[in-house]
């Protein structure tokens, strides 16, 4: 089992670039998570899906943000164009439908600064 | 909606001491999960304890228990012999059951360990 996997681990671009995050989840998970980690707001809940199809993207702070999972093994979160208050770390998760009991496993986070 | 309270940002104990972090929390739901993550500097999301919602019996995972007051919709983590590895953000957090299932975190609070 080699996790969930993020890339990049640090992104640092300017300002009104394109940003595009990736996220690999564990084999046999359906559930994917997209959170934001800021020191003034905590882990926010972006958007999150269940067998590919975004269930919840109540969360995702506006248009220039948008995520996709086009199959089972692979999710993206794009930012365009990006600005300096999106600087935060972005983290993936994943966990297996109808265990509600087990734990989000995390991906490692991609540190995001835009200059 | 569901909502995670910690209100203490920041704590700090003796090492071989005893703490407790408070959470708190507000659902509608009768049915649900409780965990505490541990966020070392490294920024891996690390599962420290989970509670099921339904069982009365406080969890326990070596040094860490919790004290669960469903009544209250309160869950603290005591950690006892503290350890300087202990060292990190603590994040209290809140899964629902069902289709439409997500966890919620608090803001979380940052514990040191003094030697």
């Given at each position: 089992?080699?996790?969930?996997?993020?890339?990049?681990?640090?992104?640092v671009?300017?300002?009104?670039?394109?940003?595009?995050?990736?996220?690999?989840?564990?084999?046999?998970h359906?559930?994917?998570?997209?959170?934001?980690?800021?020191m003034m707001?905590g882990?926010?809940?972006l958007?999150?899906?269940?067998?590919n199809?975004p269930i919840?993207?109540?969360?995702?702070?506006?248009d220039?943000?948008?995520?996709?999972?086009?199959n089972a093994?692979?999710?993206?979160?794009?930012i365009?164009?990006?600005e300096?208050?999106?600087?935060?770390?972005y983290?993936?998760?994943?966990s297996?439908?109808?265990?509600?009991?087990?734990?989000?496993?995390?991906g490692?986070?991609?540190?995001?600064?835009?200059? | 909606?569901?909502?995670?309270t910690?209100?203490?940002?920041?704590?700090?104990?003796q090492?071989?001491?005893?703490?407790t972090?408070s959470?708190?929390?507000?659902?509608s739901?009768?049915?649900y999960?409780?965990f505490?993550?541990?966020?070392?500097?490294?920024?891996?999301?690390i599962?420290?304890?989970r509670?099921?919602?339904?069982?009365?019996?406080?969890?326990t995972?070596?040094?860490?228990?919790?004290?669960?007051?469903?009544?209250?919709?309160?869950?603290?983590?005591k950690?006892?012999?503290?350890?300087?590895?202990?060292?990190?953000m603590?994040?209290?957090?809140?899964?629902?059951?069902?289709?439409n299932?997500?966890?919620t975190?608090?803001?979380?609070?940052?514990l040191?360990v003094?030697p």
């Amino acid at each position: 089992d080699a996790g969930v996997i993020q890339s990049p681990r640090h992104e640092v671009t300017e300002m009104g670039q394109e940003v595009t995050l990736r996220c690999k989840p564990i084999s046999g998970h359906d559930y994917l998570f997209w959170y934001r980690q800021t020191m003034m707001r905590g882990l926010e809940l972006l958007i999150y899906f269940n067998n590919n199809v975004p269930i919840d993207d109540s969360g995702m702070p506006e248009d220039r943000f948008s995520a996709k999972m086009p199959n089972a093994s692979f999710s993206t979160l794009k930012i365009q164009p990006s600005e300096p208050r999106d600087s935060a770390v972005y983290f993936c998760a994943s966990s297996r439908q109808g265990f509600w009991n087990s734990p989000l496993h995390f991906g490692n986070g991609t540190r995001l600064t835009v200059t | 909606a569901q909502t995670v309270t910690q209100s203490q940002p920041e704590m700090s104990v003796q090492e071989a001491e005893t703490v407790t972090l408070s959470c708190t929390y507000d659902t509608s739901e009768s049915n649900y999960y409780l965990f505490w993550y541990k966020q070392p500097p490294s920024r891996q999301m690390i599962l420290v304890i989970r509670q099921e919602a339904y069982k009365q019996q406080n969890a326990t995972e070596n040094r860490f228990s919790v004290n669960f007051q469903k009544a209250a919709k309160s869950f603290s983590l005591k950690i006892s012999d503290s350890q300087l590895g202990d060292t990190a953000m603590y994040f209290c957090a809140f899964r629902t059951t069902g289709a439409n299932s997500k966890l919620t975190f608090g803001k979380g609070i940052t514990l040191s360990v003094r030697p």
